[in-house]
């Protein structure tokens, strides 16, 4: 026992980061328990806020780190973001109702008589004595939770063709579980998540508006505090945006640097917080720590010589703070915020891949991420599944397109859907991989066979594209919304003719790419179509974060909260700004490094 207690003081930190790991892996081959999906998350949340912290916004900002205003800045980030995070508990309660909740609601027989004040449902069943959950209802199981949160008795009258029973509904709580049996205390987790889930989006526009509220004030006072008290040091943030030096001598400069402040935080908050939160903790955490494994799990078996078991497994929990601390970090120059803007702005794409591409492509029902998926309304078809291989489902849109088919044409089929998914892949992450060759000042080297399956992949999505691009229709999350459909839907021509224009274009672009000079114009080639999509992926985005600014900023101002109202305004300018700047910025690196691979060829 004390051998036991010692490993796992020595330990702990591995201990924690191999179970994050485990969740993350669960997580993406299956379908999370929500309360366990809810602890996972709470866990990558604080991780990156404990990223941001050790990272210093204050010393970001202004070249000197302060703890204390470190946590301050952190916490009131934190709640303005409390939105997105009382949205994915609303999520979370309707999968534990749709899922869990006969389960969680139980019934005994009672000799009771119901009072005035107690609630009676009267149900008509086939039998009395073996009453369905279809025959009790989902709308009276979601009526008996709430009654039983009010406090109320609840009382189910069963009839069939011949008598009556009546019976009582209950809840497990911690007088009846039993902390030996497994199963009691997860119901028990999981009734006292379902009731806080409950009480929060019963309480949700006043709990939304305090913490706003609360948030905003908080960034508000540090920015006067830091204009009127605080030295601004290079390098940082604020030296790059032409603030440095002691605090201003007179009061209007120094209110005026308080704007400067209180803007740049702000822009802080949507660019780099907001954002990295919704896709790092809450998003793509699962996806990326799968990726990340087989990567690092490569190296590793390469050169396990040179890395400890230990450093694998800091590597692969470190892998998204990693690289989300490395663009952090870039804006203490005016080229680092260059960089930072147009990586954060093609992020939004790659991250895409983890929500959209990876669950259309593989489906298991842990790859449907609830946040998203459960906001998006309609319901969604992946176009292929995993499990098709290990089992007998046939899941996925391609058997709906193979159906009848044979030879030559299912070939053609399942040639069209593979191109699709890899031009998909392309699209995401090549303005990624741009952004790193500039990030990184190297040249752009494409080999020849990758420039043929761009074409012949291109060729194939255009003629018939399975995914298809849009604003996300819903009230409740912003972005671009990728849905999926049939051949048959989207094809303006038979598959085979499709596939003999694919491998076509694919041949043709492989013969030409011998030649370097035709290959340049190949790679232009490439680059230009993929910056068209980047160019609808983007202006999509951008208009429905806008609508939703504008629509928040409405409602705000009829509803008297004018705080609020004003501060959707600063979030609506910000988010011009950071689209149309970042978009402009990252098409000038480009065509700066295009020139300048030009004049060195």
């Given at each position: 026992?004390?051998?036991?207690?010692?490993?796992?003081?020595?330990?702990?930190?591995?201990?924690?980061?191999?179970?994050?790991?485990?969740?993350?892996?669960?997580?993406?081959l299956?379908?999370?328990?929500?309360?366990?999906?809810?602890?996972?998350?709470?866990?990558?949340?604080?991780?990156?806020?404990?990223?941001?912290?050790?990272?210093?916004?204050?010393?970001?900002?202004?070249?000197?780190?302060?703890?204390?205003?470190?946590?301050?800045?952190?916490?009131?980030?934190?709640?303005?973001?409390?939105?997105?995070?009382?949205?994915?508990?609303?999520?979370?309660?309707?999968?534990i109702?749709?899922?869990?909740?006969?389960?969680?609601?139980?019934?005994?027989?009672?000799?009771?008589?119901?009072?005035?004040?107690?609630?009676?449902?009267?149900?008509?069943?086939?039998?009395?004595?073996?009453?369905?959950?279809?025959?009790?209802?989902?709308?009276?199981?979601?009526?008996?939770?709430?009654?039983?949160?009010?406090?109320?008795?609840?009382?189910?009258?069963?009839?069939?063709?011949?008598?009556?029973?009546?019976?009582?509904?209950?809840?497990?709580?911690?007088?009846?579980?039993?902390?030996?049996?497994?199963?009691?205390?997860?119901?028990?987790?999981?009734?006292?998540?379902?009731?806080?889930?409950?009480?929060?989006?019963?309480?949700?526009?006043?709990?939304?508006?305090?913490?706003?509220?609360?948030?905003?004030?908080?960034?508000?006072?540090?920015s006067?505090?830091?204009?009127?008290?605080?030295?601004?040091?290079?390098?940082?943030?604020?030296?790059?945006?032409?603030?440095?030096?002691?605090?201003?001598?007179?009061?209007?400069?120094?209110?005026?640097?308080?704007?400067?402040?209180?803007?740049?935080?702000?822009?802080?908050?949507?660019?780099?917080?907001?954002?990295?939160?919704?896709?790092?903790?809450?998003?793509?955490?699962?996806?990326?720590?799968?990726?990340?494994?087989?990567?690092?799990?490569?190296?590793?078996?390469?050169?396990?010589?040179?890395y400890?078991?230990?450093?694998?497994?800091?590597?692969?929990?470190?892998?998204?703070?990693?690289?989300?601390?490395?663009?952090?970090?870039l804006?203490?120059?005016?080229?680092?915020?260059?960089?930072?803007?147009?990586?954060?702005?093609?992020?939004?794409?790659?991250?895409?891949?983890?929500?959209?591409?990876?669950?259309?492509?593989?489906?298991?029902?842990?790859?449907?991420?609830?946040?998203?998926?459960g906001h998006?309304?309609?319901?969604?078809?992946?176009?292929?599944?995993?499990?098709?291989?290990?089992?007998?489902s046939?899941?996925?849109?391609?058997?709906?397109?193979l159906?009848?088919?044979?030879?030559?044409?299912?070939?053609?089929?399942?040639?069209?859907?593979?191109?699709?998914?890899?031009?998909?892949?392309?699209?995401l992450?090549?303005?990624?991989?741009?952004?790193?060759?500039?990030?990184?000042?190297?040249?752009?080297?494409?080999?020849?066979?990758?420039i043929?399956?761009?074409?012949?992949?291109?060729?194939?999505?255009?003629?018939?594209?399975?995914?298809?691009?849009?604003?996300?229709?819903?009230?409740?999350?912003?972005?671009?919304?990728?849905?999926?459909?049939?051949?048959?839907?989207?094809?303006?021509?038979?598959?085979?003719?499709?596939?003999?224009?694919?491998?076509?274009?694919?041949?043709?672009?492989?013969?030409?790419?011998?030649?370097?000079?035709?290959?340049?114009?190949?790679?232009?080639?490439?680059?230009?179509?993929?910056?068209?999509?980047?160019?609808?992926?983007i202006?999509?985005?951008?208009?429905?974060?806008?609508?939703?600014?504008?629509?928040?900023?409405?409602?705000?101002?009829?509803?008297?909260?004018?705080f609020?109202?004003?501060?959707?305004?600063?979030?609506?300018?910000?988010?011009?700004?950071?689209?149309?700047?970042?978009?402009?910025?990252?098409?000038?690196?480009?065509?700066?490094?295009?020139?300048?691979?030009?004049?060195?060829?």
């Open positions: 026992m004390v051998r036991f207690k010692k490993i796992l003081a020595e330990n702990t930190e591995e201990i924690i980061l191999v179970l994050l790991i485990i969740l993350n892996a669960t997580e993406f299956m379908r999370l328990s929500p309360e366990l999906d809810f602890i996972d998350n709470i866990i990558d949340l604080t991780a990156l806020g404990y990223l941001f912290h050790k990272l210093s916004i204050t010393k970001i900002f202004f070249g000197r780190r302060q703890m204390v205003h470190d946590l301050l800045i952190v916490l009131a980030f934190f709640l303005l973001f409390s939105k997105t995070l009382i949205g994915y508990s609303e999520v979370a309660r309707n999968e109702v749709e899922h869990h909740l006969p389960d969680i609601i139980r019934f005994s027989n009672t000799s009771a008589v119901p009072l005035k004040e107690d609630r009676v449902i009267f149900v008509n069943v086939a039998s009395i004595d073996l009453p369905t959950t279809q025959e009790i209802g989902k709308r009276n199981y979601i009526s008996i939770l709430r009654s039983i949160m009010a406090g109320k008795r609840v009382f189910v009258n069963m009839s069939d063709s011949r008598s009556s029973r009546l019976i009582q509904a209950y809840t497990i709580d911690m007088s009846m579980a039993s902390i030996s049996d497994f199963s009691d205390a997860k119901m028990l987790a999981r009734t006292s998540i379902l009731f806080f889930f409950q009480r929060v989006a019963e309480n949700k526009p006043a709990i939304e508006y305090l913490l706003f509220v609360l948030g905003g004030s908080i960034l508000l006072i540090l006067v505090y830091f204009a009127f008290y605080v030295f601004i040091d290079k390098p940082s943030m604020m030296h790059a945006i032409q603030e440095d030096g002691p605090p201003p001598a007179s009061f209007a400069a120094r209110i005026s640097r308080a704007l400067v402040i209180f803007l740049a935080l702000n822009f802080f908050f949507i660019v780099i917080f907001n954002y990295g939160m919704e896709w790092f903790a809450l998003s793509v955490d699962s996806p990326l720590i799968i990726i990340m494994f087989f990567i690092y799990f490569f190296i590793w078996v390469k050169h396990h010589k040179r400890a078991a230990e450093s694998f497994i800091y590597k692969l929990g470190d892998a998204g703070e990693k690289l989300y601390g490395r663009i952090v970090v804006f203490h120059s005016k080229r680092g915020i260059m960089l930072g803007l147009s990586g954060m702005l093609v992020l939004h794409l790659i991250t895409d891949v983890a929500n959209f591409i990876i669950p259309y492509s593989l489906f298991t029902q842990g790859t449907y991420d609830p946040l998203y998926f998006l309304g309609m319901e969604r078809t992946p176009l292929w599944s995993i499990h098709n291989i290990f089992g007998a046939r899941i996925g849109l391609i058997y709906s397109d159906e009848g088919t044979a030879g030559i044409a299912a070939f053609s089929v399942m040639y069209i859907y593979a191109m699709n998914i890899i031009a998909m892949l392309i699209l992450a090549l303005p990624t991989g741009l952004w790193y060759l500039i990030f990184q000042e190297k040249k752009i080297s494409v080999p020849g066979p990758v043929a399956l761009f074409f012949a992949s291109i060729t194939a999505f255009i003629i018939s594209p399975l995914f298809r691009t849009g604003r996300i229709v819903s009230n409740s999350i912003v972005g671009v919304d990728i849905t999926t459909q049939t051949i048959q839907a989207s094809a303006r021509m038979v598959p085979s003719n499709i596939l003999y224009l694919s491998i076509a274009a694919g041949m043709l672009a492989l013969l030409l790419s011998l030649s370097e000079r035709i290959k340049k114009h190949l790679v232009v080639s490439c680059i230009f179509l993929s910056l068209v999509y980047f160019v609808i992926y202006y999509n985005f951008f208009m429905d974060v806008s609508n939703y600014y504008i629509v928040a900023t409405s409602e705000s101002i009829h509803s008297g909260q004018f609020a109202s004003a501060y959707f305004l600063v979030f609506l300018m910000i988010t011009f700004i950071f689209y149309t700047g970042g978009f402009a910025l990252f098409m000038y690196g480009i065509i700066t490094s295009g020139k300048e691979e030009i004049k060195s060829a």
